[in-house]
């Protein structure tokens, strides 16, 4: 996850309004 | 969120729609001059807003979110760019030679040419084509879509059974809605199923020419955009 760390904290956490 | 184009009885495909994001648009910088450097940059602008609400939508395609974390982002990581294909050959299918990217921006044969694209403008007709053909309306659109997530042959999956679940409750739906909507083309979910392998080979293209300028490093790229297209190599 570390290389994919976007994606993961887009799925994660925030819907994409909030990036 | 768009509201749907007709009555249908299956939930999955009228969550769909419901779901479907809606219009995109460029906003190109004013600073910049037009040149073909400008259009490639707007549009890997675009892809990357694109792929931004491409993960947001695919939280709402029923039965991805109860899959675990990895198993959503091995599915995103190999599916992202069919589905952002898928997008704009739907968006494209009223005209004839243009690729509709964003409403806002559009892409013909000379602009692609001049950019490097021609290749994969041609592939993308070939793909428009056979959906224009086969009349795609909005709700096989937006099941196709979420097939392809749920088909993406990512070899990263933990729990192949819940995938496998997803893409037969997804087959399922598409059945359903061609039954009621198509009761005179007994082979057309097939048809639609069918699409799929252009539709991979299309993205594929896709992923080989955005590499191809990120490897060149003229345009500038979004840090999400760039990650997507690490996943891919």
Sequence with gaps: TERHKILHRLLQEGSPSDI | ?233
């Design chain 2, 1 to 233: 969120h768009s509201l749907p184009g007709k009555k249908t009885t299956n939930k999955v495909v009228s969550h769909l729609v419901l779901v479907e994001p809606g219009e995109i648009f460029a906003s190109p910088d004013p600073s910049l001059p037009d040149s073909d450097l400008h259009t490639l940059t707007t549009l890997c602008e675009i892809i990357n807003r694109d792929l931004l609400i491409t993960i947001g939508w695919a939280k709402h395609v029923p039965g991805f979110s109860v899959l675990s974390l990895v198993d959503q982002m091995a599915l995103l990581q190999s599916a992202w760019m069919e589905i952002l294909v898928l997008g704009i050959v739907y968006r494209s299918l009223p005209l004839s030679e243009e690729l509709v990217v964003a409403e806002n921006f559009l892409l013909d044969r000379e602009q692609c040419r001049n950019t490097g694209l021609l290749h994969l403008h041609a592939v993308l007709l070939q793909l428009i084509r056979k959906y224009r053909k086969t009349k795609l309306d909005k709700e096989e659109f937006v099941t196709l879509k979420a097939m392809a997530l749920a088909n993406s042959d990512s070899t990263n999956i933990e729990n192949v059974e819940a995938v496998l679940s997803l893409q037969d409750h997804l087959h399922e739906a598409l059945q359903d809605y061609e039954k009621e909507h198509h009761p005179e083309d007994n082979h057309r979910t097939g048809k639609l199923l069918m699409t799929l392998p252009l539709l991979r080979q299309t993205a594929n293209e896709a992923v080989r020419t955005f590499c191809q300028i990120r490897l060149e490093g003229k345009i500038p790229m979004h840090k999400l955009f760039l990650e997507m297209l690490e996943a891919k190599m």
